[in-house]
């Protein structure tokens, strides 16, 4: 039977002869036959099952030994026994060596094992199964399944086998030992498997196989948990090693489904906290479980890795955190691709950039792919999407509040997200709060030194210390300011342990290092205010004024030290040069005496002449006062509709009650900061009639009270946009001191009404703006933000009337050797008729716009701030104030001060026609980026929250009072070289940095290498883009 059963399947007769033919040699199974017969025809059976050459003759063979074998049960069991299974398992035929050829060897696992023979063996048990010699048979499988998991099969071999373990349990070795061993061996073997294919179906089968092991595996954990923790430690130790020659494959992701979620507190911490886990195995461990993303259908994944995440974040593990985010967030985000992995990529996206809370360099990384996703999901219109579309727009909202001063990065983003729900303000903090970690440490900054180059606008950034954006702005601010840092960089100060020493230090530094950006912790340590509490947000106006006023305190002591030191060795005539330099000083203030001034006042001072006429006896008292930065109050909108047309009487309701807007003078002590100033600041209506809840449960918390407030408070913003000019006006304007701010004159010996006047009467050449944008909320004891937009002029005329009093009329003037520290209502009464003539000068000095420091937030206490400059240096003849007076013909009036300002159209050119520098720079602490002056006028309206604070101001068509080269005639339109110490300090610090970067560009390559290698030959990446196809 056997022979002609032989013939006929390898004959060529038609197929369904053949099928006839076998279904008859199947029938005659049921015939009595004798015991070499039957082992004849499970030998040929056996032999077509194993080594058919098509599925016909497999088919058969499987078909006739199943009928024989259970007609014929005691001779199977004859022939099934212990050594044919082993010789099968070990690749050796059922009888003999020339019974069935030997299968091929594989390297590395010995003789190749079919899974065909594994199919085999499992029918051999079915039919075998109440036969007592069954028994012995599981017991050498047992131990043949150790072994085969040792020898780390591939997917297909392992998946075959772990069917035919689970299928017959009785199979899987016995005892804690074995059963310990064969889980180890099981995770490892798959760490090892790879698909074999690129095509639909062939990744649909490899999924389908590593999803057969693990679930093995997971059968074996419930019916043995003693094996559970070793084979998780044994999976931790795969994916943490840090052996570059084996990558683990991603088809361990498959196993965490079946961890008990219950367990994830005691293993995490179990984690986080052994002593011998090192920090790069964490890393390494983190990111190839951020890798399991990408593996479908495994559930939990998410779970674990944020887990972990939270977990590392309360050991305070913040250098991993920071190194796996920035490896890894583009990673995740283009999974959001893919329908399968979706949910779980989003939450650990989430999750990453919501805790990533002190830079904003993870974000910034997805930040150019988020346009194009959004376009896409909104295109195809599935439900699914749209839901996931407002996950996504409420999570990048979030980040574009805590990290605003980008405007031009966002504009994309805010444009594709325009038609999608937007969160509330109190929603994004309750956000924000939830994830982040940044405030449990005080040493982030010690990680965030990335080594990038600088970036393609040639300009350095300064690292964020904790809460030091109000330094950086400024810090940019002045370095921009060419004419001062020119100066600063040309002083020679070797020796000098000086704040200015410091600031020259850090403008060096600006200028020439190689480092994308630069930590100016010196700096900040030796210039923060004493009562700036660190780590804290600061007003960045507030640290100007201190720092200026620091800057020349220091410079005027120096000096006066060098003085008495020259005067000690110079005995000859000192009476006589005494009484010079007081008369040279009185009888030519304008034009003389100036290389006495400190370089702060070079620069930022003017000053101002305060008239205040009694409206009963018309008597007139002056006082004049040095400034540094001018504070302007917001004007009402009647003052912009009627500007010009109204009595200095009319203005005076609007001004009496506001603040006193003059900054402090340089040279006197910073006593009063603009926090307490501002604190009064009313804008007339615009904020004092906002019906505001009072039921605040934190008074020191900008967001504690209702968003309703915030509303109320965007719809007191005037829809009038005033300029900085109108500003401007209204600070000149008259204002006439009555009621209770009446005017005490000593000729009338009683309060009189007056009419108080401010003028400009030496400009500086740089003048600072100060938009007084905070207003004291005394039901919420916060000071609240003025959030009105205000147009910002290019070119700005500053009206100025020069006062040059003659040597008789000196003694009646108040000069700048009197003490002018008092401000508010006292300055009034302190003045002392002069009745002294003056000879006004008036001219408009034109002024370029260097700088804008811009606020971010909406309340003082809260925010970020950031600056917008670009480089402009003095150009024209070099006349003093005098002669550019006598080039003036013309008088202006005092309700007409100020000219409206320049037409968008001429704000390209100065008065004299010259194009001024178009090139904008965005400086928002590390990131420095090109911008144009359209952004800085539109930054307002695109960003409600982000407003013009404080503005810097070039004077134009005048050379710098103080030349533009240094003492040793080397430089004219650059900057000066450095102090010898300097370069020195900078170059060194310089080949350190491009060594340290040039060997981690090299690692980086290297393992960007090896990690593409591995995910070719894994087939992962092709597995991924293959289920996004198919969903």
């Known amino acids: 039977m056997d022979k002609i059963l032989e013939g006929l399947v390898s004959s060529s007769h038609p197929l369904q002869v053949k099928r006839v033919i076998v279904r008859r040699v199947v029938e005659s199974a049921e015939t009595p036959l004798s015991g070499p017969q039957c082992r004849a025809m499970f030998v040929l059976s056996t032999r077509l099952i194993l080594q058919g050459p098509d599925p016909f003759q497999r088919q058969v063979g499987r078909q006739v030994l199943e009928a024989y074998a259970r007609h014929h049960r005691d001779d199977f069991e004859a022939f099934f026994t212990r050594d044919l299974v082993l010789a099968l398992l070990q690749g050796a035929g059922p009888a003999?060596?020339?019974?069935?050829?030997?299968?091929?060897?594989?390297?590395?696992?010995?003789?190749?094992?079919?899974?065909?023979?594994?199919?085999?063996?499992?029918?051999?048990?079915?039919?075998?199964?109440?036969?007592?010699?069954?028994?012995?048979?599981?017991?050498?499988?047992?131990?043949?399944?150790?072994?085969?998991?040792?020898?780390?099969?591939?997917?297909?071999?392992?998946?075959?086998?772990?069917?035919?373990?689970?299928?017959?349990?009785?199979?899987?070795p016995r005892g804690r030992k074995p059963a310990l061993a064969f889980c180890q061996q099981l995770v490892r073997s798959i760490a090892h498997f790879q698909t074999q294919g690129t095509r639909e179906a062939e990744l649909r089968l490899y999924v389908s196989q590593v999803t057969q092991v693990s679930s093995l595996l997971r059968s074996i954990w419930k019916a043995e948990p003693d094996t559970l923790l070793p084979s998780l430690q044994e999976l931790f130790a795969i994916i943490s090693s840090t052996d570059t020659s084996f990558e683990p494959s991603v088809a361990l992701a498959s196993l965490v489904q079946h961890i008990p979620l219950q367990m994830i507190t005691v293993l995490i911490g179990s984690l986080t906290t052994d002593p011998n886990v090192k920090d790069a195995s964490m890393t390494q461990a983190l990111c190839r479980m951020i890798d399991w993303l990408s593996w479908p259908l495994a559930q939990h994944v998410e779970t674990w890795v944020i887990a972990l995440l939270k977990g590392l974040a309360a050991v305070q593990k913040f250098t991993i955190l920071i190194d796996v985010t920035l490896l890894k967030i583009e990673l995740v985000f283009n999974r959001l691709w893919f329908p399968l992995v979706r949910p779980g990529a989003l939450a650990v996206l989430s999750h990453m950039l919501l805790s990533f809370q002190h830079s904003p360099e993870a974000f910034h990384l997805i930040v150019p792919h988020v346009v194009k996703l959004v376009k896409s999901f909104k295109s195809n219109g599935l439900p699914s999407s749209a839901t996931f579309l407002e996950q996504l727009s409420e999570l990048i909202h979030c980040m574009m509040y805590h990290y605003s001063g980008?405007?031009?990065?966002?504009?994309?983003?805010?444009?594709?997200?325009?038609?999608?729900?937007?969160?509330?303000?109190?929603?994004?903090?309750?956000?924000?709060?939830?994830?982040?970690?940044?405030?449990?440490?005080?040493?982030?900054?010690?990680?965030?030194?990335?080594?990038?180059?600088?970036?393609?606008?040639?300009?350095?950034?300064?690292?964020?210390?904790?809460?030091?954006?109000?330094?950086?702005?400024?810090?940019?601010?002045?370095?921009?300011?060419?004419?001062?840092?020119?100066?600063?960089?040309?002083?020679?100060?070797?020796?000098?342990?000086?704040?200015?020493?410091?600031?020259?230090?850090?403008?060096?530094?600006?200028?020439?290092?190689?480092?994308?950006?630069?930590?100016?912790?010196?700096?900040?340590?030796?210039?923060?205010?004493?009562?700036?509490?660190?780590?804290?947000?600061?007003?960045?106006?507030?640290?100007?004024?201190?720092?200026?006023?620091?800057?020349?305190?220091?410079?005027?002591?120096?000096?006066?030290?060098?003085?008495?030191?020259?005067?000690?060795?110079?005995?000859?005539?000192?009476?006589?040069?005494?009484?010079?330099?007081?008369?040279?000083?009185?009888?030519?203030?304008?034009?003389?005496?100036?290389?006495?001034?400190?370089?702060?006042?070079?620069?930022?001072?003017g000053k101002l002449l305060t008239s205040i006429c009694c409206l009963n006896c018309k008597s007139t008292s002056y006082k004049e006062e040095a400034f540094t930065d001018l504070s302007l109050a917001f004007c009402p909108p009647i003052f912009l509709e009627n500007v010009g047309t109204r009595s200095s009487e009319e203005f005076s309701d609007g001004k009496e009650d506001s603040m006193e807007q003059v900054s402090t003078r340089v040279y006197s002590p910073v006593v009063e900061t603009v926090s307490d100033c501002c604190e009064m600041v009313t804008n007339d209506g615009l904020l004092k009639d906002i019906p505001i809840d009072s039921n605040c449960d934190n008074a020191t918390d900008p967001f504690a009270c209702k968003a309703e407030e915030k509303d109320s408070l965007q719809k007191y913003v005037s829809e009038a946009t005033p300029s900085v000019t109108d500003l401007l006006n209204y600070f000149l304007a008259p204002e006439v001191l009555k009621g209770d701010n009446k005017y005490y004159c000593e000729k009338c010996a009683s309060l009189q009404n007056a009419e108080k006047t401010m003028q400009i009467v030496e400009e500086p050449e740089y003048l600072i703006l100060t938009l007084l944008r905070f207003s004291y909320d005394p039901k919420c004891h916060i000071r609240r933000k003025i959030l009105d937009n205000v147009s910002l002029p290019l070119i700005l005329e500053l009206p100025v009337k020069r006062t040059v009093p003659t040597v008789g009329q000196v003694s009646g003037v108040w000069s700048a050797g009197l003490d002018f520290s008092d401000t508010g209502e006292n300055l009034a009464k302190k003045l002392k008729p002069s009745g002294a003539e003056e000879v006004c000068c008036p001219q408009i000095v034109p002024y370029v716009l260097s700088s804008v420091v811009v606020h971010s937030g909406i309340s003082s206490e809260s925010g970020h701030y950031y600056s917008y400059a670009r480089n402009v240096a003095s150009s024209g003849p070099l006349l003093g104030p005098c002669d550019q007076a006598k080039g003036l013909a013309l008088a202006y009036p005092q309700s007409n001060l100020m000219a409206r300002e320049a037409p968008v159209a001429a704000v390209e050119k100065d008065l004299d026609g010259n194009e001024v520098s178009k090139e904008w720079f965005l400086f928002n602490d590390s990131r420095v980026t090109f911008t144009s002056f359209q952004s800085v006028q539109k930054i307002t309206s695109r960003f409600p929250k982000d407003t013009a604070y404080v503005l810097f101001y070039k004077k134009q068509n005048s050379g710098t009072v103080l030349g533009t080269k240094s003492p040793n005639g080397l430089w004219v339109n650059g900057d000066p070289p450095l102090q010898k110490d300097l370069m020195d300090a900078i170059t060194k610090d310089n080949k350190l940095y491009l060594q340290v970067r040039y060997r981690m560009s090299m690692n980086a390559v290297k393992k960007w290498l090896y990690w593409l290698c591995t995910l070719m030959i894994s087939g992962f990446g092709l597995l991924t883009v293959s289920l996004y196809i198919v969903h």
Not at 151 to 167: H, I, M, S
Not at 516 to 524: D, G, L, M, S, T
Not at 562 to 573: A, P, T
């Open 96 to 172: 003999s060596p020339s019974s069935l050829a030997p299968m091929s060897p594989t390297p590395g696992l010995g003789p190749a094992l079919d899974p065909a023979v594994l199919d085999y063996i499992q029918a051999g048990l079915r039919l075998l199964i109440s036969c007592p010699a069954v028994l012995d048979l599981f017991a050498l499988l047992q131990e043949e399944a150790l072994r085969l998991m040792g020898e780390r099969p591939p997917a297909p071999l392992c998946a075959r086998l772990c069917q035919l373990l689970g299928d017959f349990p009785q199979c899987l």
């Open 406 to 605: 980008f405007p031009e990065l966002y504009e994309p983003i805010l444009e594709a997200i325009k038609e999608l729900p937007k969160p509330n303000e109190e929603k994004i903090k309750m956000i924000l709060n939830q994830s982040a970690w940044t405030s449990q440490s005080n040493s982030l900054q010690s990680c965030l030194s990335r080594f990038s180059g600088k970036s393609e606008t040639g300009k350095t950034g300064l690292i964020n210390l904790g809460n030091t954006c109000y330094m950086n702005s400024v810090i940019q601010a002045l370095f921009m300011a060419t004419d001062f840092r020119r100066h600063v960089l040309s002083l020679n100060l070797n020796g000098c342990n000086s704040l200015m020493r410091k600031l020259q230090h850090l403008f060096a530094f600006l200028a020439h290092t190689q480092r994308e950006a630069y930590a100016p912790r010196i700096f900040f340590e030796a210039s923060r205010p004493p009562w700036f509490a660190p780590r804290s947000q600061q007003d960045c106006s507030e640290y100007l004024r201190f720092l200026l006023d620091r800057l020349h305190e220091e410079e005027r002591t120096l000096k006066v030290l060098s003085s008495s030191k020259l005067q000690d060795d110079m005995n000859e005539e000192p009476q006589v040069q005494e009484v010079s330099g007081k008369t040279q000083k009185f009888t030519k203030p304008s034009c003389t005496g100036r290389e006495e001034r400190t370089l702060i006042e070079k620069m930022f001072r």
